[in-house]
């Protein structure tokens, strides 16, 4: 819910959470972590927008992970276990995603509001300057965190093309943005509702993310199920959040991140899935080439989900980018 909401709004915005999908997201949630993240807990945060939930697992220094638009944390669940050998790994989910409290995004100005979550979050964890690894609109979020507070982001390390890196938006976002719209309806809306709580739909579902990742077949049951339910749960802020940032022409000017990528003074690992369909590789080579202290790695054969792909590869590429490996590997 947004900071500053009298009783009766705080009240209407709680109304927003679907039962169904509150009740499915959280089980789905403990059967993929039981299966990815063993050892993983979870607990609550209060933020000044609303309380969010935050997974944590190892030990060590600290690193945080910021999942993409209409995802939830438990997104990063294929590389955790992977990184939490050498840090203790802090994966909170943004305002209206997964277990968070509502918000509405309407009139937001989405890069102060990444910079308040983010500080929030640091703030709440006991956390100074730390590195920040983001998908998608999670980079999008770290990078305008990065540019407000300079002094507590000591890396950034994105997988998958950031937001903001270019205006065109993939038919997959048009298509999540209908269906967001349609799924708020009461007709045809309840239907489609009843239709996702079913395990059913996770063939739509999987079907769905064939746009975002090149291999489907490789994302788990359970992450399918965290994902309708995540729909069914938070489809109203959801849906303001994709209709304020994404127009007929693409993102709106606010979310363009074009002109800041020499401003970024940190070292900064760009993750590339060779088939990511956001932008081409020669797009993110040539942002990567921006950044002062900017390096770029390829992975064939994978996605804008690259870790889905490649889980491995990809958290052995992090883990050398924050020099948490021995011997380190041929860049690409």
Not at 57 to 74: D, M, N, Q, T, Y
Not at 234 to 253: F, I, K, Q
Request: proline share 7%; with cysteine; hydrophobic share 40%.
């Amino acid at each position: 819910m947004e900071a500053g909401a009298n009783g009766s709004e705080a009240a209407d915005l709680r109304k927003w959470t679907d039962e169904t999908g509150d009740r499915g997201l959280r089980e789905a949630r403990k059967r993929l972590l039981s299966r990815y993240a063993q050892g993983a807990r979870t607990r609550k945060l209060k933020l000044s927008m609303g309380a969010t939930e935050v997974i944590e697992l190892g030990e060590g220094p600290p690193l945080v992970l910021l999942h993409g638009g209409l995802g939830e944390a438990g997104e990063w669940a294929p590389i955790l276990t992977l990184l939490a050998r050498r840090f203790h790994l802090y994966v909170p989910d943004r305002p209206g995603h997964g277990l968070s409290d509502p918000f509405d995004y309407r009139g937001v100005d989405e890069r102060e509001l990444c910079a308040r979550f983010l500080a929030d979050v640091l703030d709440e964890c006991g956390l100074g300057s730390v590195p920040l690894i983001g998908c998608s609109m999670g980079g999008f979020c770290a990078i305008a965190f990065y540019l407000r507070h300079h002094d507590r982001v000591s890396r950034l390390i994105l997988p998958g093309m950031p937001a903001g890196l270019q205006k065109a938006v993939p038919p997959g976002i048009y298509q999540a943005q209908k269906l967001l719209r349609q799924v708020s309806t009461l007709f045809p809306g309840a239907l489609i509702r009843w239709g996702m709580a079913k395990p059913s739909a996770r063939g739509r579902m999987r079907k769905v993310l064939s746009g975002f990742v090149a291999h489907p077949e490789r994302v788990p049951e359970e992450f399918l199920d965290c994902q309708r339910f995540n729909f069914l749960r938070n489809r109203r802020s959801l849906r303001w959040y994709l209709d304020g940032m994404v127009t007929a022409e693409g993102l709106t000017p606010p979310m363009l991140l074009d002109q800041h990528w020499p401003e970024i003074l940190v070292p900064t690992t760009f993750i590339w899935g060779e088939r990511d369909v956001f932008a081409t590789v020669d797009q993110g080579r040539a942002a990567a080439a921006r950044v002062p202290a900017g390096r770029f790695e390829l992975i064939p054969d994978a996605g804008h989900g690259v870790w889905f792909d490649e889980p491995d590869r990809v958290a052995e590429i992090i883990l050398d980018s924050l020099g948490a490996r021995v011997n380190p590997i041929k860049t690409g």
